[in-house]
């Protein structure tokens, strides 16, 4: 990475209160294109608050976001979308009784700004059938192209959330928690199929597996009662004293996987 390059995504002094609350409070990162960046911290730090921010479901109380230096705090999620950060969401967001190619155009033709007007130009639809076809080689569920989501196995359903997340070609990749609840022998072919999709991406994510973490970050921003209290590279957030006392030192010294064989699946 060259250090003068501007970053992709930018936060400065974000703030954001719930009532008398302030749950972010002050947090500043520089995310340069590229990069893949896992946030961690402790339950109710405030992380999945931060992903609302910066896609666009929270309005910041203070402070501002900025994606390829322009702002985008204030901006509803469907302009950030379009403007190039798509983000996938702990809870699923597939049509389950939609096979995976037609989740996948759809993605792809609201994300392009169609929404579901499917009565568009035929070569619009043409453009999103061959998007959507890519997109389902790239996550190789090809196999699978006229299964019903809701019949694909935990796993596949995943990594279809994850094509939908990325149909639309953003930049910038907002993962929440994309290996919960999976068994380890998934998370690990899991880590890997990240890793493939996201190559010439920026990857901001949410994830409580260590071993996820340090095997697929570059770099991790450690989030403690809303404040950015480190944000380097794993080697040095591990070595850090501050992040070891304020956030299970042990976790972050022996970074296994965390997730056990009993996967819903
Ligand atoms: N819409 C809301 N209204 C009021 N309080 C909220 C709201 N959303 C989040 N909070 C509070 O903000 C704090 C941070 O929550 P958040 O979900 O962002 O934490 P987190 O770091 O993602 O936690 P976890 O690791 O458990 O998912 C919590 O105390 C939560 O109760």
């Known amino acids: 990475m060259i250090p003068d390059i501007p970053p992709v995504l930018q ?10 609350t302030e749950i972010i409070r002050g947090a500043s990162l520089a995310v340069r294109p590229g990069e893949r960046v896992a946030i961690i911290g402790p339950n109710g730090a405030g992380k999945s608050t931060l992903f609302n921010l910066i896609s666009g479901r929270f ?13 985008i705090h204030g901006l509803q999620p469907y302009e950030i979308n379009r403007r190039g950060l798509a983000r996938s969401f702990q809870v699923s967001n597939l049509f389950n009784r939609l096979s995976v190619f037609e989740n ?9 700004g169609h929404r579901y007007a499917f009565w568009k130009r035929l070569s619009r639809l043409r453009d ?19 299964a019903l989501a809701m019949n694909l ?7 279809l959330e994850i094509g939908i997340t990325l149909a639309g070609g953003a930049d910038v990749v907002l993962l929440d928690e994309p290996t919960a609840g999976m068994s ?21 994510m949410v994830e409580h597996d260590m071993g996820v973490v340090f095997g697929l970050a570059d770099k991790i921003a450690v989030l403690v009662y809303g404040e950015i209290i480190a944000f380097d590279t794993p080697e040095a957030v591990r070595a850090d004293r501050r992040v070891q ?20 699946c």
């Open 184 to 204: 380890k022998s998934e998370t690990r072919r899991f880590v890997e199929l990240i890793r493939e999709v996201t190559v010439g991406k920026t990857l901001l």
């Open 104 to 112: 996948l155009r759809c993605a792809v033709l609201w994300q392009q």
């Open 11 to 20: 936060l400065a002094g974000l703030r954001k209160s719930f009532g008398k």
């Open 59 to 71: 309005a910041p109380s203070g402070g501002e976001i900025l994606l390829n230096g322009r702002r």
């Open 153 to 159: 196995t935990y796993a596949e359903q995943r990594a």
């Open 245 to 264: 006392e304020a956030y299970l030192g042990s976790m972050l010294a022996d970074p296994q996987p965390q997730a056990t064989e009993a996967g819903p």
């Open 128 to 146: 999103a059938n061959e998007r959507a076809e890519q997109v389902m080689a790239m996550l190789h569920l090809h196999r699978k192209r006229d």
